[in-house]
């Protein structure tokens, strides 16, 4: 399970699922010597940036591995997992035996890294737990009680593993609680909940939407602040008890029926409780609607285009120096952008990033990419001509300085040993750059010299600090530190970097502060008064003014300043799920100002409340050992079944082993098509950079002979055989692009054409032979995905195989040293969007093989060459090309019983040829006839859809030869993803 700081949602069991997977789908060795050479190990790479030296702390309840050099933090992090366990424990007056195995990292760039999980960790997945082994994975680079509640969140998790589902993890991947129930009651029970938090809950019982209980198709944030209030619901209603009772109710519930548990649990129907349910929420947050309103009631509303609806996804706004434009990131386009708003108009100016980049992977926005931190994501330059903002780049973050005027991305600087960058801010003069970011385990206020490119530490103490902003006269700086209270604003004078002054006091929080154009005031969101709202507070006789009243939120201020000194305020706000920017006058308070008293003797660090857990353990070195990761324990097990367009079952079997980090696998991957039987058996080593693995395998399929477009009732299948073994390497050159290579052994079974038959219909000869072999091949991909696939980028792969003849297999003299056979293969796709769902996709395959006996290569059917039957041509020379058209058709079609979603059609045509070198002419194209000569192509449609998981395919193709059509359109169904 994962703890998911923001509405994006991966979970960690999506991410297991898909792991092993990816580990195989690397393989470069054992993978293409089957007919199905095209295709294989694409993927971008999970690359280890850093080689870590693991140990073992064994305390009361924890086995705590960690690396050496983050063994300061060791006494912390124990001490913080035994106060969470004491507290859980009593809270469930439960006890589990065996010690939970908890691996933490030091920031969240490194946990990304981890192999626990093989697949890709988002920046908004804050931590997981596994079922498997209940292992907790989880960075420490937080403030102190966020990192707290993150304990006791994952730590839930394991609870739950163990109350529920009885330590089984099969049990615990068939019963399948809702999201909204697990999730939900890990937050509920670390009370992780902060009024930015409930800012989504309020908005829900506002506008109505807030979904049953017994609904389990929904996830996101949203479904752990839904669950959080259930469980608020319950304890108010029915007490700790009734907590208990329905938790256990729902263990003693086959496939974990919430329905069933409240009738148990509480004696009533589903509905009633729901009705309950929503009566409570409206009791709770109507009334504040009343008392305050919605965003639009405190500001007039961005938007994208004249005339559309509220829901531009955009976050984090900030003014132009003039005062004309105001730059946010957006997500409108299905990815973030950093886009411009012409502030008069209210409209969308220009996006800045258009189209996906090689330079970095995503902008690091919140809300939107990762969850809600201390400042915000941009700054204009003094000049207007720039904005700076971080980026998602290769191992970490780094600094992008975009080009205002002419759009793209002006300079990368990337950072050195400083990680998890946030909150830039320009200095008056444009000299500087002052961020908050991670180095030796503090989170400091860092300034960065445009010019020579030095970092200087300007806090360097252990106040975890974030949101800088220089004051106008570049004198001092504001920024945010999160105290043992709450988040506080201070102001520290340049000259004076260890003397900082307390501009907000008690006990909530403050956070994005900015100054007027004057300085006398500085303006900042807080939750004073419950939901996050705008205020500004004068530094010179401390006048706290409210500016807006919004039942769900309000935040991010930024000053538009305009002619003769007039103020306006652009900000968040968030209403109907959705984030907008709202524009606002400050001459207009929505509540009689205050008077504050602004500090004038400053805060020493030391001096300010601190967190600290319920239990301070010491750390005993007798309780330490080096971690040696050889025991092997089955992680995951899972299966598949398709159907090839020949009506031909095919299955899969996958086995997988791990050690506790998850650096050493072994799987089993055991498949069979129609009655032939496949293994698979890898070991793997990924802890380092370079990965290298061995594997065993023997595969059998089968192709077809003959001409494809005529009656093969009398031609049968012939079956493919290649049994052995393999050692590689596969080394990351970057987040993009890989070298692999290979050596192995193989013996091989296969029929091959006789040299003198028909050529149109040859006689096959069979034979088997055995060699070893090199392979290597040069990857790259940059495609980027939606839930039903590539949408943008490019993949491509150059794969080279060789073997050497030993054995005379040409029959003509001794030809020792020799090849047997030399391949080269070429795969190129191309993806172009067309429309927020629609997109171009194209494909080149093309694949020859040289020497005494070539390897074949054998297409058609599926999305390869649709209109003709499965793998039916076959050649040592091989091309093939497809191009579609995908598009959405209906989001989801809904019965009483099921449900189909992700119907989306295509257009499509194919073209391609195979054919044997010595044995047969080829001729692409007949000038004199008009038409193709002895390639094939074809043309139609069809529609995928979305059921359990698997895309269920049907395509309507027909023959043509770039003159005349043939025949009707075939329909084929098959089983399996688009390329």
């Known amino acids: ?528 008064k419950g939901p996050e709202n705008i205020f500004s507070l004068d530094l010179t006789n401390g006048r706290l003014v409210q500016y807006t009243d919004v039942v769900t939120g309000a935040f991010m201020p930024t000053v538009l300043h305009e002619t003769e000194g007039q103020e306006r305020l652009v900000f968040n706000g968030y209403w109907k799920m959705s984030f907008d920017l709202y524009v606002t006058n400050v001459d207009a308070p929505v509540h009689e100002p205050q008077t504050v008293q602004v500090a004038s003797t400053p805060a020493q660090p030391k001096e300010l409340p601190h967190f600290e857990p319920d239990i301070q353990v010491s750390i005993d070195p007798a309780n330490r050992e080096g971690y040696r990761g050889r025991k092997f324990f089955l992680e995951d097990a899972g299966a598949y079944f398709g159907v090839n367009t020949d009506q031909t079952y095919v299955g899969r079997i996958l086995l997988s082993f791990s050690d506790y980090l998850g650096d050493h696998r072994l799987i089993a991957d055991l498949s069979s098509i129609d009655a032939l039987s496949n293994f698979d058996i890898t070991y793997a080593d990924l802890s380092r950079r370079w990965h290298w693995q061995v594997e065993a395998f023997d595969n059998r399929t089968y192709y077809y002979t003959g001409d494809p477009l005529i009656d093969r009732t009398q031609r049968g299948r012939v079956t493919y055989q290649v049994t052995g073994a393999s050692a590689s390497i596969i080394y990351p050159l970057s987040f993009y692009h890989r070298i692999e290579g290979g050596l192995g052994y193989i013996y091989r079974k296969d029929a091959f054409p006789v040299v003198g038959s028909d050529p149109f219909n040859p006689d096959f000869q069979t034979f088997s032979d055995e060699f070893p072999i090199a392979q290597s091949a040069l990857i790259g991909d940059s495609a980027t995905f939606a839930e039903y696939g590539p949408i943008s980028g490019r993949r491509w792969r150059i794969g080279l195989g060789y073997a050497p003849d030993f054995h005379n297999s040409s029959g003509g003299g001794s030809s020792s040293g020799s090849t047997l056979f030399f391949s080269t293969d070429l795969d190129f796709r191309q993806y172009i969007p067309v429309t927020q769902r629609s997109n171009i996709a194209f494909r080149a395959y093309a694949g020859q093989s040289t020497g005494n006996r070539p390897t074949p290569y054998y297409i058609g059917g599926l999305d390869t060459l649709r209109g003709i039957d499965f793998r039916s041509f076959s050649g040592d020379r091989a091309f093939f090309s497809n191009l579609e058209y995908r598009f959405p058709l209906l989001d989801v079609v809904a019965t009483p019983f099921l449900a189909f979603r992700g119907i989306r059609g295509v257009v499509f045509f194919d073209i391609g040829g195979a054919w044997y070198h010595n044995l047969q002419s080829f001729q692409f194209y007949n000038s004199d006839t008009k038409r193709l000569q002895d390639a094939i192509a074809s043309y139609g449609w069809g529609f995928t859809i979305r059921f359990l998981g698997l895309d269920l395919n049907w395509d309507f193709a027909r023959l043509w030869d770039l003159k005349q059509s043939h025949g009707g359109f075939q329909s084929q169904f098959w089983i399996g993803t688009r390329f």
């Open 1 to 528: 399970m994962t703890r998911s700081s923001h509405r994006p949602f991966v979970t960690a069991l999506t991410l297991a699922a898909g792991a092993a997977w990816m580990l195989l789908a690397s393989a470069p060795v054992a993978a293409q010597f089957g007919p199905s050479l095209y295709g294989e190990g694409f993927g971008k790479n999970k690359v280890t940036y850093r080689t870590l030296k693991w140990e073992i702390y064994h305390s009361p309840h924890f086995n705590v591995y960690y690396y050496k050099e983050e063994e300061a933090q060791l006494q912390k992090v124990v001490s913080f997992a035994e106060s969470g366990y004491d507290q859980l424990s009593r809270a469930f007056n439960y006890q589990i035996k065996e010690p939970i195995p908890l691996l933490y990292y030091a920031t969240h760039s490194a946990f990304e890294q981890n192999n626990v999980e093989l697949g890709f960790i988002p920046e908004g997945v804050g931590a997981f737990s596994s079922p498997a082994k209940f292992r907790m994975v989880m960075p420490i680079d937080l403030a102190d009680p966020e990192l707290m509640q993150l304990m006791l969140h994952e730590m839930t998790h394991i609870f739950q593993f163990k109350m529920l589902f009885e330590g089984s993890l099969a049990r615990a991947v068939a019963s399948g609680p809702p999201t909204w129930f697990l999730e939900g009651m890990a937050s509920y029970m670390a009370k992780d909940e902060s009024q930015r938090d409930r800012m989504y809950l309020r908005d829900a019982v506002v506008n109505d939407i807030i979904p049953s209980v017994t609904r389990t198709d929904f996830t996101g944030f949203f479904a752990y602040r839904f669950g959080h209030a259930v469980f608020d619901f319950i304890e108010e209603r029915w007490g700790k008890e009734g907590f208990l009772d329905f938790i256990y109710e729902i263990r003693n519930t086959l496939g974990a029926r919430v329905d069933r548990a409240v009738k148990r649990a509480f004696k009533m129907e589903p509905e009633d409780f729901d009705i309950e349910f929503r009566r409570w929420l409206r009791r709770k947050y109507l009334p504040e609607l009343v008392r305050t309103g919605e965003p639009s009631d405190f500001g007039h509303v961005f938007r994208i285009r004249e005339g559309e609806a509220q829901g531009t996804e955009t976050i984090s706004p900030v003014a132009s120096p003039s005062g004309d434009l105001v730059a946010a990131v957006s997500g409108y386009r299905g990815k973030t952008d950093l886009v411009l708003y012409d502030t008069k108009s209210r409209k969308l100016l220009r996006n800045l990033t258009h189209g996906f980049s090689n330079d970095y992977q995503y902008l690091v926005a919140q809300e939107l990419a990762i969850g809600r931190k201390l400042g915000r994501d941009l700054s204009f330059s003094p000049d207007g001509n720039t904005i700076a903002v971080f980026a998602k780049r290769e191992r970490g973050r780094s600094l992008l300085l975009v080009d205002v005027l002419h759009g793209g991305v002006r300079e990368v600087i990337d950072l050195a040993d400083i990680e998890q960058e946030m909150s830039p801010a320009f200095s008056p003069d444009g000299r500087t750059i002052a961020f908050s970011g991670w180095r030796n385990g503090q989170f400091d206020i860092f300034f960065l010299d445009l010019a020579t490119k030095a970092i200087t530490n300007f806090t360097n103490d252990e106040m975890y600090d974030g949101a800088p902003v220089f004051s106008p006269d570049g004198r001092s700086l504001v920024l945010v530190s999160t105290t043992g209270s709450g988040n506080k604003i201070f102001r520290v004078d340049l000259d004076k970097p260890g003397v900082r002054y307390e501009l907000t006091t008690g006990e909530s929080n403050e956070n994005d502060p900015t100054f007027s154009p004057d300085g006398k005031r500085i303006y900042f969101t807080s939750d004073r």
